[in-house]
């Protein structure tokens, strides 16, 4: 069994590059089905095994996937030979989901085997659904798949019930060639939904407003090839400001959107962490005792959710109580008993940490839960003294690439060992 192994005390330092947004990879991949003549081309895709698993359901569609190198796909979706996607990984991960959009617009039909993902709280993907029926698909669920099929797709208005990323981008990929407009309303405004909808207009596609409350899509007759560079990914960026903070480093943070990082920085900040932004860089550094601060989770331009967990580490050592109210997800702070054993002081109650910071964790063998659950340990274990024992750690190769490499370019004391 694969471990991360840490010896904590290490303060961060030096410089760090952020790969692309794996909730934008994850959705553009399956949204290269799409076109019907010429390659996409798509670099700066994370080496992550959410993508590997992508790569390995677009081959079983019948695409052809080229790998030019560990962050550049060739696909060629030319010549699908199957609307059935149900395999092993389809059900392992959460953004298979999308291949129900993308089958949808380009054959008018698909069977999806229902997603898996993080174990954060209940999954519903109703909103998809509601999504889907408007634009004139039958969406049956049977024996654990999504069928959806349909003579024809129409534009529609939608308003969305929850705020929902995979809903708003699977609807606006579904919608990209029906028959006139679609309007999406309360759509989620994530950096990586604008990256989709670029992606999508690179291809062809006619959509205006992502980023805003409302989305407009005009369908078109076909989508082609295209060459495409994903965004830098947020939630990386985050994972490693915290890092930076929690150890009381001084880390560059380099090829990151600082717009996109807004509501972190802040938090940083009035942790009592400086916060330096360049113009494509982030510098993360410590002069005084970091204090407790309290959080809650919000859609863009909110506190992220997936930067939660790995917040809830550094708020464990600063001083005072910190909240850490989860407004997105109901089980999202199982990862606290493990932070626990390493003697931080949380409480939780329903959606709500409560953190008394102390003075220092103690490295012990913990579990990787999920994967920002992951992140969250790993910090953890480059505070704590002694050696941490990270298990699990498939979480964490799901959606961080190479993360060891990183942190021990930072100076952290981290291997990957076989227990
Ligand atoms: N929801 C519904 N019905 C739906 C869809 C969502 O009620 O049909 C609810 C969910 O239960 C949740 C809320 O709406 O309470 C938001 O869910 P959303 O659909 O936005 O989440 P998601 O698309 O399943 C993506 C990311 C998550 C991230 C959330 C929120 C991907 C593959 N996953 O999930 O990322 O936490 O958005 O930002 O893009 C992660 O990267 O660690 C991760 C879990």
Redesign the pocket.
């Known amino acids: 069994m694969e471990t991360l192994i840490i010896n904590g005390g290490n303060a961060l330092r030096g410089s760090v590059e952020i790969n692309g947004a794996?909730?934008a990879a994850?959705?553009i991949l399956p949204a290269a089905v799409l076109a019907s003549n010429q390659k996409c081309i798509i670099d700066n895709i994370p080496d992550i095994e959410d993508v590997h698993c992508l790569e390995r359901i677009l081959a079983g569609l019948g695409c052809t996937v080229n790998k030019i190198n560990n962050n550049t796909l060739e696909i060629d979706a030319t010549d699908i030979t199957t609307v059935n996607a149900c395999t092993e990984d389809v059900r392992r991960m959460?953004?298979s989901y999308y291949f129900i959009g993308s089958l949808l617009a380009r054959f008018k039909k698909a069977r999806v085997e229902l997603p898996g993902?993080?174990p954060?709280?209940?999954?519903?993907?109703?909103?998809?659904?509601?999504g889907f029926e408007a634009l004139g698909a039958k969406v049956t669920i049977e024996h654990g798949a999504v069928s959806v099929e349909a003579d024809e797709l129409h534009g529609a208005s939608i308003f969305f019930?929850?705020?929902?990323?995979?809903?708003t981008?699977n609807v606006m990929i579904a919608a990209t060639m029906a028959e006139g407009t679609t309007t999406l309303e309360n759509v989620?405004k994530?950096p990586?939904v604008v990256d989709v909808a670029n992606f999508l207009n690179t291809m062809g596609a006619d959509i205006k407003g992502a980023g805003t409350d409302v989305i407009r899509i005009k369908g078109v007759e076909s989508l082609t090839g295209c060459n495409y560079s994903v965004i830098p990914d947020q939630?990386e960026a985050g994972t490693f400001m915290i890092a930076a903070a929690a150890t009381k480093g001084d880390v560059t943070i380099t090829n990151v959107i600082p717009k996109h990082l807004e509501s972190i920085s802040a938090k940083l900040i009035e942790v009592g962490a400086i916060v330096e932004e360049g113009d494509d860089s982030i510098r993360v550094t410590v002069d005084k005792p970091l204090k407790g601060v309290n959080v809650k989770t919000a859609?863009y331009p909110g506190f992220?959710?997936?930067v939660q967990q790995p917040m809830s580490t550094l708020l464990s050592i600063t001083e005072g109580r910190s909240l850490i109210v989860e407004s997105?997800?109901?089980n999202r702070h199982k990862h606290t008993d493990e932070l626990k054993k390493m003697g931080a002081v949380i409480k939780v109650e329903g959606r709500t940490a409560i953190i008394d910071g102390v003075e220092s964790l103690t490295g012990c063998r913990v579990r990787a839960t999920?994967?920002?659950a992951g992140a969250a340990m790993v910090i953890a274990g480059l505070i704590a003294n002694g050696e941490t024992e990270i298990v699990d750690i498939e979480h964490i190769d799901r959606?961080y690439p190479h993360i060891e490499n990183k942190f021990r370019a930072l100076g952290a004391d981290i291997r990957r060992e076989d227990r």
């Open positions: 794996k909730n994850v959705a959460r953004a993902g993080c954060i709280g209940v999954r519903p993907i109703d909103q998809h659904i509601k019930d929850v705020v929902s990323v995979g809903a981008i989620a994530e990586h939630i859609p992220p959710t997936d997105i997800w109901e999920d994967l920002r959606g």
